[in-house]
């Protein structure tokens, strides 16, 4: 299986804290072993504003601002299919 969920990180935008919380009360509803107490650790470095460059970095040059992973040249035909894996190196 997976090792415990240790840390949930969020924005500190309300959308964002929202999801965190709801997510750790399914991490514990699933969970099998005993409750941890989880907590969010808000991380001002999430927030789209302040963190343009990493969002960018997963951009194409010619992005739309959806995730098709596709190409597409001016009159938005597609040019390419893009290997996700190539977007970000990990």
């Given at each position: ?11 500190p ?42 969002y ?15 190409e ?19």
């Amino acid at each position: 299986g997976f090792s415990p969920v240790r840390s949930v990180y969020s924005s500190p935008l309300l959308r964002c804290r929202e999801t965190a919380a709801a997510a750790i009360e399914g991490i514990q509803e699933g969970s099998e072993r005993e409750p941890t107490h989880l907590r969010i650790k808000v991380e001002e470095g999430l927030i789209e504003s302040i963190n343009q460059a990493w969002y960018r970095s997963w951009a194409l040059p010619t992005s739309d601002g959806t995730w098709a992973y596709q190409e597409r040249d001016s009159h938005n035909r597609v040019i390419r299919n893009v290997d996700v894996s190539t977007l970000h190196p990990a």
